[in-house]
């Protein structure tokens, strides 16, 4: 069994093309419509901010992190040679 994928273009030629209507819009759902699309833009420009502040918290996170097994490391090596020197 084969599955050929089917693009809206190839369902339209077979099926028909719907008729489209013009769509009638007053002033006042332009002006609507509009306002929801800055909204809409400025929420995204939100998340995209809330993404690059969390992307720049991580990385020091990570950096952070880096300095402190760092010190553990050299604390641990300080230490066993310690010990092998006593032994």
Sequence with gaps: MSVEPVTTRDYEARVG???RTQLQLTKTEIEEISEMLLYEELSRARIRDLEEGVRA???????????RWTRVARWASRRAERYQDQN
């Design 17 to 19: 093309s719907p008729e």
């Design 57 to 67: 918290q991580r990385a020091r996170g990570s950096a952070r992190a880096l300095r």
